[in-house]
């Protein structure tokens, strides 16, 4: 997922995309630490995604502050 892909994104979507990526790598996890885990470039995008979107729920966040002010 690329950040430009995000910014189209409104904070219900952002954070139903955070969840979904958290799960994932809640499960990745577990698969690697049971030794199943074969795609562990897998773990490595799914830990930039949350990032990303982290990055955009903040730029949100601070939206939303700067329209009350």
Aim: hydrophobic content about 35%.
């Amino acid at each position: 997922m690329k950040f430009s892909e995000l910014r189209d994104l409104g904070e219900a979507e952002v954070q139903q995309k955070l969840r979904e990526n958290l799960e994932e790598l809640f499960r990745l996890r577990l698969r690697q630490a049971s030794r199943q885990l074969s795609n562990t470039e897998r773990m490595k995008q799914v830990r930039r995604d949350v990032a990303r979107l982290r990055t955009r729920e903040r730029q949100l966040e601070l939206e939303k502050a700067a329209k009350h002010e």
